[in-house]
């Protein structure tokens, strides 16, 4: 299972690997150097492999700022699967995901600056 160990802008260091791009963290992998179509917004595109997983909860780090945005189509496709989705500052997203992830099958997608 992965753990993320620290954060801080730009930089975070998961199950003791460190990572300076956005990365999707999932309890068997991470995905590193995650973009999105358009930098600061999240489309339903920029997680479509996230969907395919069937997470109970995706928690999205939105920046040091919370200068990401998630579009309303992510909004409605969490609901349409039936899982929940979190809005949070990235610092708070890490915790939660850590909170969580013992319990849910837990996804995290992280912007790590902004």
Known sequence: MNIIDSYQFGQIVISGREFTSDVIVS?????????????????????????TEKPDVLVVGTGAYGLMKVQPEVKSAAQAQGFKLVIEATEKACHTYNRLCSSQRVVVALHLTC
């Open 27 to 51: 309890p068997d992998r991470v995905k590193d150097d995650w973009w999105r179509k358009s930098g600061h917004q999240l489309c339903l595109e920029d997680i479509a492999e996230v969907m």
